[in-house]
């Protein structure tokens, strides 16, 4: 029940009415890439690209690009989830040389709802984001981002309102480097999503091959709960 403070009384709850939204972490994930291969229980490998390897060593993913023209390689975790929620990634990239592009993204199983990171380029400070829904696809953009020649973090945050990027590097005092908001053809908050990451060589050969490390992946699936309400909660 709520307390109605116009008839003075209580009166029954239907639904989420005279109910406050509050917010509790569900699930806590995180992967550290522990043995000498990949987690089949944790991810799956979707595709595995010509002349490019996945390897697991010292705790860290990491995915060679090789040189062969269109080839790619997508992993995606096993675990899905629903918004809102969180992923940390903290990777890096052995070079940024040009034909190559690396995605770090979450997305239906349609791959219709996305929100993701790209790094493409020879710039080491810069990086992309961009969301999509449905056929609604938004405007790339490609702020200055930590350097990803060392371990970085990229993050993405999802809410039914809005999706936030930022990026900051590890094991570090520093705050953020950039935070950005979307609010524009943002996934649909009533699908289920997945963490993937891609790493693709364009359709001219790269100069030569890359690695891809991934340290960590981290998740921060929130619950959204409703509490009853009374005079000196919702009402004050």
């Not at 992309?128 to 945050?157: C, F, K, L, Q, Y």
């Not at 359709?203 to 959204?224: K, M, N, R």
Request: proline fraction near 5%.
């Amino acid at each position: 029940q709520v307390w109605n403070p116009r008839t003075l009384a209580f009166e029954p709850v239907h639904g989420d009415v005279g109910a406050m939204q509050i917010t509790s972490l569900q699930r806590k994930w995180r992967e550290e890439f522990p043995g000498s291969a990949l987690n089949a229980a944790e991810w799956q490998v979707v595709q595995t690209g010509a002349g490019q390897t996945i390897t697991v060593v010292s705790s860290e993913l990491r995915i060679a690009t090789g040189t062969t023209i269109s080839a790619e390689t997508i992993i995606r975790s096993v675990r899905s989830y629903t918004i809102p929620f969180r992923v940390m990634f903290i990777f890096m990239l052995s070079q940024r040389i040009a034909n190559q592009e690396f995605i770090l993204e979450v997305l239906n199983a349609a791959g219709t709802m996305v929100a993701q990171w790209l790094f493409s380029g020879t710039s080491a400070t810069i990086g992309s984001h961009n969301v999509r829904n449905g056929d609604a696809v938004g405007t790339v953009s490609s702020p200055t981002i930590v350097p990803t020649a060392a371990m970085a973090i990229a993050e993405i945050e999802l809410f039914p309102d809005e999706v936030y990027f930022h990026s900051r590097p590890a094991d570090s005092i520093s705050a953020r480097v950039m935070s950005a908001a979307r609010t524009r053809f943002i996934p649909d908050p009533n699908e289920t999503y997945f963490i993937q990451t891609r790493s693709r060589n364009l359709g001219v050969a790269p100069a030569s091959t890359t690695t891809l490390t991934v340290d960590a992946v981290a998740v921060q699936d929130i619950a959204e709960l409703y509490r009853d309400c009374d005079a000196s909660s919702c009402l004050a």
